[in-house]
């Protein structure tokens, strides 16, 4: 069974950075998405950013030059590297992963199984 463990999450304030980190167990597959989303209370859930398992990378457009999505393969971990964190990010972060993706964007989470339990991040102004 594909378990998926976040960690990394705090308070900042805003303008700060943080490292959130996305631990993967189970899994076996040789082609892969893993996709970091956020949910706000009262908000829809946001893609935030994605990576494959050849290292291709895309980012919301609220995000986009200010976060960093990478991968330890060896260590079967994802990382979001948050800079400039602002107060309407503010959020729950999950990641969410799948084998074998027909695609890999930051809407794929919507049909992820495997999924973490999130890590929260609250930025003050």
């Known amino acids: 069974q594909v378990q998926l463990v976040e960690s990394g999450g705090g308070s900042v304030q805003a303008g700060g950075s943080l490292i959130l980190s996305c631990e993967v167990s189970?899994?076996?597959?040789?082609?892969?998405?893993v996709v970091w989303f956020r949910q706000a209370p009262g908000k829809e859930r946001e893609g935030v950013a994605s990576?494959?398992?050849?290292?291709?990378?895309n980012y919301a457009n609220s995000v986009a030059g200010r976060f960093t999505v990478s991968q330890d393969k060896f260590k079967n971990t994802m990382y979001l590297l948050m800079n400039s964190l602002k107060p309407e990010g503010t959020a729950m972060y999950y990641c969410?992963?799948?084998?074998?993706?027909?695609?890999?964007?930051?809407?794929?989470?919507?049909?992820?199984?495997?999924r973490g339990k999130g890590t929260q991040v609250t930025i003050s102004a």
């Open positions: 189970g899994a076996t597959w040789s082609s892969y998405c």
């Open positions: 969410a992963a799948e084998g074998y993706p027909v695609r890999c964007g930051v809407t794929s989470y919507f049909g992820m199984e495997s």
């Open positions: 990576i494959d398992s050849d290292g291709a990378t």
